[in-house]
């Protein structure tokens, strides 16, 4: 690794400021994205997998609420806001609007 992508701290040691390549086997552990019916709280926190379930929720919610034309998508297919699931056509709108969680 160069000096040039390396910071020197005070004891003198190089370090890397960013990951040199993608996580060792981590990708060919991860399990590829289905789109199906699942609850709220589940894809929420496939989306922020570092926050608590109902901040996790509470944040796919505010993302929803933001992107307009996910929000319309969404209410022109039958979604409800009280429900507890998403239905699996629901989950593939979100997917195409914000990406694979």
Known sequence: ??????LK?????YYATRWPGP?????ECLLPFRCRAMTKTSLASLYFPDVNATTAKQHLR?????CKPLSDELR???YNRAKHSFSRNEV???VKHLGEP
Do not use: F, H, L
């Open 9 to 13: 701290p005070t004891n003198g040691e």
């Open 92 to 94: 593939k709108v979100i």
């Open 1 to 6: 690794m160069s000096k040039e992508t390396c």
């Open 23 to 27: 996580p060792y086997a981590e990708d």
């Open 76 to 78: 022109s297919i039958g």
């Open 62 to 66: 505010r993302w929803i609420a933001y």
